[in-house]
């Protein structure tokens, strides 16, 4: 089955990976009020953007005017969920996947239009080290060891969440920066519904809900 989008966030989310926020929206008026950064001494609007199902992020709506116009668009020609997500800047793109093979083992990889490599899961910290010193054409413009770190780290992370659960292929489009990335989207099949267990790691969490706020500045 697959598992949606928003389910995946709160999945990826439990086990300490960094996810844009997003929520699925019912009105223009809802995609603005989602636009508006909590915690703010005066609300004020965070650019979005506005998907339909497994389609690419658009452009960013940079006002209200925007927002009321693209969500009314996407509404005419269909009725599926929208989600509204918070814009993320320009970075790297890259692809996470694991997949399932016929022995029943699992794997999980990274690639590009130019690279791929992969590991058998559940990763250790030395395989998650080799697979992300080995992917050497993601073109991350930060410093080469910096980048392999917030990789291994991410890569272990996923591991666990694939390694403990029913999923049986992923697939997470990441967006590196300097210094941080986001999980821009998600797609997870799964023998049977999702029901993470509660974690006991530093930072694990039991939250649920429809929308999903990283840690940090928004």
């Known amino acids: 089955m697959n598992v949606d989008t928003i389910e995946a966030f709160a999945a990826l989310e439990h086990y300490g990976i960094h996810v844009a926020r997003s929520k699925y929206v019912d009105s223009a008026e809802d995609a603005l009020a989602f636009a508006e950064r909590r915690n ?13 199902g497994d389609s690419a992020a658009q452009t960013p709506l940079e006002n209200p005017d925007a927002v009321r116009k693209a969500y009314e668009t996407i509404r005419r020609h269909s009725a599926e969920p929208i989600l509204a997500q918070v814009a993320t800047g320009p970075g790297t793109d890259i692809v996470i996947f694991g997949k ?51 990789l291994e780290h991410l890569l272990l992370r996923i591991s666990d969440l694939f390694a403990d659960t029913e999923v049986r292929e992923l697939r997470l489009d990441v ?17 049977k519904a999702l029901h993470i267990e509660p974690r006991l790691a530093k930072r694990a969490h039991d939250r649920k809900g429809d929308e999903y706020r990283p840690a940090g500045r928004q």
């Open 40 to 52: 703010a001494p005066d609300p004020r609007f965070v650019p979005i953007v506005l998907r339909l």
């Open 100 to 150: 399932t093979d016929e022995t029943l083992a699992k794997i999980l990889g990274v690639h590009s239009a130019t690279h791929s490599v992969h590991r058998s899961v559940p990763l250790g910290p030395e395989s998650a080290r080799e697979l992300a010193s080995e992917y050497e054409g993601y073109g991350h413009h930060g410093s080469r060891e910096s980048a392999r770190r917030m």
């Open 175 to 191: 967006r590196l920066h300097e210094n941080e990335y986001a999980v821009l989207d998600a797609s997870m099949t799964s023998l």
